[in-house]
């Protein structure tokens, strides 16, 4: 298959990509690196990537930012910060993508775990993963042409847990190898509509 | 207890009041029509409100707003617009209540069936369903002063069966009766960050 990896660059990319490239062609993309530069809060940049890759099997996108802090230090606008930048910026790449993806291809997008094992200045992106969640499980009975979408929902990484495990106190790290076999499941499996937990 | 009801015009606010309204003092509030007018997309609105109200002992929110479309008709305006006025709207009624409402009281927010039991159109609906879920559980532990959060999802109403039963094939209404208990269950119980579901 022909599959685009936006946010290849991160740790979860990077885990994605290192499971499925010796099968597939991968397409990496991201804001500053990549084969190709793309902006997701931007819709035509979105547009271009498409135009640039052409039809593909599958899409993975393991991008998205968010505001941590303590619910009394939160503000609506912070909110909105991680909605429109890890929610929305996912949205859009489905809706740009419809016309793009084969049939019977799929989107598999990234939330995480802080919706169902909460940290304390989790609460942004705790909103954030559920509403993927929630979005993917609705969006799959509306697709096109047998195309599939699920999200992944990793645990903080092993890779990750020096530089942010202290703020996940108790929290087992997960594996990068665990981590891009959620990604394998939903490329290469059947799922749909689901949310795909790495614990 | 002193309580808040927004949205209690609804049929689900007016399910919450029916159940609560022998044992408490609700004052009633909403867009159009209640005690107070509010507009919970202004953040000075919902501080007018609390200064009128004084301190209370429970917060309930029964209003919001999304968008209904097929997927290949959604747009990122459209998921934008839901988030605002159904997610952040009660977030901010949220944080602005946090000084406001008394030691141990609580928070009760509403959210919907379709993230967990979808129907064609409702991807809109589904993602600020997710989001809430997600937003109750990490809040609840970030909570000051014993305060708890909580959010009702309840499946369609039998008294809004007519109206909107058209779009939900095959989902089995649920009673208002049903639904005001689980407000009780909010407001009255010792629950917190949990989503309180009526099937």
Do not use: W
């Not at 909460?118 to 954030?128: D, E, L, Q």
Request: aromatic share 4%.
């Amino acid at each position: 298959m022909k599959i685009i990896v936006i946010g290849a660059a991160g740790a979860i990319g990077q885990a994605a990509v290192a499971e499925l490239s010796s099968r597939h062609e991968i397409v990496t993309a991201g804001r500053s690196s990549g084969d190709i530069r793309v902006d997701l809060a931007d819709d035509a940049s979105i547009e271009a990537m498409y135009a640039e890759t052409g039809p593909v099997e599958a899409v993975i996108c393991a991008a998205g930012e968010v505001s941590f802090g303590r619910l009394a230090e939160m503000t609506g606008e912070k909110y909105l910060y991680s909605m429109k930048n890890k929610v929305l910026t996912q949205i859009n790449l489905v809706l740009k993508g419809l016309s793009v993806v084969s049939d019977g291809g799929s989107f598999t997008l990234t939330s995480g775990i802080l919706d169902r094992d909460p940290v304390r200045g989790g609460s942004g992106a705790a909103t954030t993963n559920g509403a993927l969640g929630g979005f993917v499980k609705a969006a799959a009975i509306d697709m096109p042409r047998g195309l599939r979408i699920n999200v992944v929902s990793p645990g903080l990484l092993e890779v990750s847990a020096d530089r942010y495990g202290a703020i996940f106190p108790g929290h087992d790290p997960v594996s990068s190898r665990r981590v891009g076999l959620a990604y394998a499941k939903c490329v290469e499996g059947g799922l749909t509509g689901q949310v795909v937990t790495v614990d």
